[in-house]
């Protein structure tokens, strides 16, 4: 049976009076004989009715004719409660009618009465936000401090959630300010959570302690930044709260990291001001990056990088699981929206790692180009550094550590050479630095062809020739025709200007047009007449395999 539907035809004459407020008729009904205690559907009974509706005089009749028995009787009678397990001076107080509450006090009815949901009067009211009756309720003796619903709830608690700064001003005076509910939250979390300032300014200002902490560790303070209470987190500050608290016990997580995630501006540029600096580069902490990271927050990230936190933050792979921001940042680069993270920190000087440039080099071309838009290779050519068209691109050169790097990498992602390698031709890196046997001996055939295209094949070591021999000799390699022969002039004189002006020069910019040499010759000197590879089936990542990242507290209240 539904609760919540009344039925007309399950509805007493009497109730029916008392609802619409006839207490004349009701009256009458009484004398004939009709019961006011007759039942609906819902449980309720014509006292049920007149309570709800705020009809005095029909609560006054019908208790009185309740009176006109035993007065155990009587007392029974104005406590019954409906199937929902609510009384009438529930249902008086949760719409705030204040003189049927006082009629049925004074008939002994039961102040702390609970529902089947753990409400009671006093509760409803401070729900509801009837200041009058919260008023009459406290000074007949109702329990302030008792708990409710499902989340353990004490009247501060709903008043403090709903706003009701009046209602907060009476309870601050006669509740537990550190009442806790069932995940150890106090009425100043609340406050906090959900931005009620004057509830807030209310609390504190009664001595309620503004660093307590939730069952996880969640302070006030981070709550607010959480859910980017910028008032909030003022008054705060301004009562002692303390932004550099542990509030996780997972890891050592402040109120920067949850502003940094969730992207909330205003309170993050506030905290950096007051957080200690710790938390960029200190073992065992973690840098607030991680977590803007984790939301794709690239404008949390250059809030950050602006205010002097290190793109390269600390190695958190105990924690997280990752050994730099830069790698996390990379290991969410699924599609162009999350390279903003990556771009950020490569723009703020983040070092690429040797893990960096595997995924670059192996699942994400697109990441690839994004590193060189603001990477250069470092050049042997002595007129790169005058190129007006590559100095206004304001490229940071990569230092030695991460060159190498990079070529670890290569030289051990060799599958996926027949795309990678004209990328990183293109982009200026040296071919002679990919000359190791390592490539020669496991490289497809055509990549190597394209390679020694951008060589001087005849200049190759005795070791390594020996190596292309005997790949020769086996088949595994078929050798352009060209390379039988010593390289022509036109070649060694491309390779030649190629090193002068540095490859991205060449390749990238306009450089070539302003040469004194025949327009026919521009593409021959572009390495534009080589085919590339052809590029094989990738294989699996080994990124593919993901682990789990832990976000920042949330609460979720049960009404």
């Given at each position: 049976?539904?609760?919540?539907?009344?039925?007309?035809?399950?509805?007493?004459?009497?109730?029916?009076?008392?609802?619409?407020?006839?207490?004349?008729?009701?009256?009458?009904?009484?004398?004939?004989?009709?019961?006011?205690?007759?039942?609906?559907?819902?449980?309720?009974?014509?006292?049920?009715?007149?309570?709800?509706?705020?009809?005095?005089?029909?609560?006054?009749?019908?208790?009185?004719?309740?009176?006109?028995?035993?007065?155990?009787?009587?007392?029974?009678?104005?406590?019954?409660?409906?199937?929902?397990?609510?009384?009438?001076?529930?249902?008086?107080a949760?719409?705030?009618?204040?003189?049927?509450?006082?009629?049925?006090?004074?008939?002994?009815?039961?102040?702390?009465?609970?529902?089947?949901?753990?409400?009671?009067?006093?509760?409803?009211?401070?729900?509801?936000?009837?200041?009058?009756?919260?008023?009459?309720l406290?000074?007949?003796?109702?329990?302030?401090?008792?708990?409710?619903?499902?989340?353990?709830?004490?009247?501060?608690?709903?008043?403090?959630?709903?706003?009701?700064?009046?209602?907060?001003?009476?309870?601050?005076?006669?509740?537990n300010?550190?009442?806790?509910?069932?995940?150890?939250?106090t009425?100043?979390?609340?406050?906090?959570?959900?931005?009620?300032?004057?509830?807030?300014?209310?609390?504190?200002?009664a001595?309620?302690?503004?660093?307590?902490?939730?069952a996880?560790?969640?302070?006030?303070?981070?709550?607010?930044?959480?859910?980017?209470?910028?008032?909030?987190?003022?008054?705060?500050?301004?009562?002692?709260?303390?932004?550099?608290?542990?509030?996780?016990?997972?890891?050592?997580?402040?109120?920067?990291?949850?502003a940094?995630?969730?992207?909330?501006?205003?309170?993050?540029?506030?905290?950096?001001?007051?957080?200690?600096?710790?938390?960029?580069?200190?073992?065992?902490?973690?840098?607030?990056?991680?977590?803007?990271?984790?939301?794709?927050?690239?404008?949390?990230?250059?809030?950050?990088?602006?205010?002097?936190?290190?793109p390269?933050?600390?190695?958190?792979?105990?924690?997280?699981?990752?050994?730099?921001?830069?790698?996390?940042?990379?290991?969410?680069?699924?599609?162009?929206?999350?390279?903003?993270?990556?771009r950020?920190?490569?723009?703020?000087?983040?070092?690429?790692?040797?893990?960096d440039?595997?995924?670059?080099?192996?699942?994400?071309?697109?990441?690839?180009?994004?590193?060189?838009?603001?990477?250069?290779?470092?050049?042997?050519?002595?007129?790169t550094?005058?190129?007006?068209?590559?100095?206004?691109?304001?490229?940071?050169?990569?230092?030695?550590?991460?060159?190498?790097?990079?070529?670890?990498?290569?030289?051990?992602?060799?599958?996926?050479?027949?795309?990678?390698?004209?990328?990183?031709?293109?982009?200026?890196?040296?071919?002679?630095?990919?000359?190791?046997?390592?490539?020669?001996?496991?490289?497809y055939?055509?990549?190597?062809?394209?390679?020694?295209?951008?060589?001087?094949?005849?200049?190759?070591?005795?070791?390594?020739?020996?190596?292309?021999?005997?790949?020769?000799?086996?088949?595994?390699?078929?050798?352009?025709?060209?390379?039988?022969?010593?390289?022509?002039?036109?070649?060694?004189?491309r390779?030649?200007?190629?090193?002068?002006?540095?490859?991205?020069?060449?390749?990238?910019?306009?450089?070539?047009?302003?040469?004194?040499?025949?327009?026919?010759?521009?593409?021959?000197?572009?390495?534009?007449?080589i085919?590339?590879?052809?590029?094989?089936?990738?294989?699996?990542s080994?990124?593919?395999?993901?682990?789990?990242?832990?976000?920042?507290?949330?609460?979720?209240?049960?009404?």
């Open positions: 049976m539904d609760f919540a539907e009344c039925y007309k035809d399950t509805v007493s004459s009497v109730a029916a009076a008392a609802r619409s407020g006839r207490w004349r008729t009701v009256r009458k009904l009484i004398n004939r004989g009709f019961n006011a205690d007759c039942r609906d559907n819902r449980g309720w009974n014509a006292l049920h009715e007149a309570a709800a509706a705020g009809s005095r005089w029909c609560v006054r009749e019908i208790l009185s004719a309740a009176s006109a028995g035993s007065s155990h009787a009587c007392r029974s009678f104005v406590n019954c409660s409906t199937h929902e397990g609510e009384s009438a001076c529930y249902l008086a949760l719409h705030g009618h204040l003189s049927v509450v006082q009629l049925l006090l004074k008939a002994h009815a039961d102040i702390n009465q609970l529902t089947n949901d753990l409400s009671c009067p006093l509760y409803a009211a401070v729900d509801s936000g009837h200041k009058e009756v919260v008023e009459l406290i000074s007949k003796g109702a329990e302030v401090n008792r708990t409710h619903t499902a989340s353990c709830w004490t009247c501060l608690h709903q008043a403090v959630f709903k706003g009701h700064s009046d209602i907060v001003r009476m309870l601050v005076r006669v509740c300010l550190e009442a806790q509910d069932d995940y150890k939250i009425p100043l979390f609340v406050a906090a959570q959900y931005g009620q300032q004057e509830c807030l300014k209310i609390l504190v200002n001595g309620a302690n503004v660093n307590a902490q939730a996880d560790l969640a302070t006030p303070l981070l709550i607010a930044s959480q859910e980017g209470k910028e008032a909030c987190l003022e008054i705060l500050l301004d009562h002692g709260a303390d932004p550099n608290k542990v509030c996780s016990q997972e890891w050592p997580q402040f109120p920067i990291h949850a940094a995630e969730f992207g909330h501006i205003g309170v993050l540029e506030r905290l950096i001001a007051v957080t200690d600096r710790a938390c960029d580069r200190g073992e065992g902490m973690v840098s607030p990056l991680y977590v803007a990271i984790n939301k794709n927050q690239s404008r949390s990230i250059e809030i950050l990088l602006r205010a002097g936190y290190s390269d933050g600390q190695d958190c792979y105990e924690i997280l699981r990752f050994g730099s921001p830069l790698s996390y940042a990379i290991f969410n680069c699924t599609s162009i929206h999350h390279t903003q993270s990556v950020a920190l490569i723009a703020g000087g983040a070092i690429l790692r040797e893990a440039w595997n995924r670059a080099l192996t699942d994400l071309p697109e990441l690839f180009d994004l590193i060189l838009g603001y990477r250069q290779i470092p050049q042997l050519g002595p007129f550094k005058d190129c007006p068209e590559l100095q206004h691109q304001g490229k940071t050169v990569l230092k030695v550590q991460e060159l190498r790097d990079l070529l670890c990498t290569a030289l051990n992602q060799i599958c996926y050479s027949a795309w990678w390698l004209p990328l990183l031709l293109k982009a200026g890196l040296e071919p002679s630095l990919l000359l190791h046997p390592l490539m020669l001996e496991e490289t055939s055509s990549v190597l062809n394209y390679l020694l295209e951008f060589v001087n094949w005849s200049t190759l070591s005795p070791h390594l020739k020996n190596i292309l021999d005997q790949r020769q000799a086996e088949k595994t390699w078929d050798p352009l025709p060209v390379f039988d022969s010593i390289p022509s002039l036109s070649h060694i004189c390779l030649k200007i190629r090193s002068l002006l540095g490859p991205p020069a060449l390749m990238t910019t306009n450089v070539v047009q302003q040469l004194p040499v025949p327009s026919v010759l521009h593409d021959f000197l572009q390495f534009k007449e085919p590339e590879p052809f590029h094989k089936l990738r294989l699996p080994p990124y593919d395999n993901r682990v789990q990242y832990h976000e920042t507290y949330q609460h979720i209240h049960l009404l």
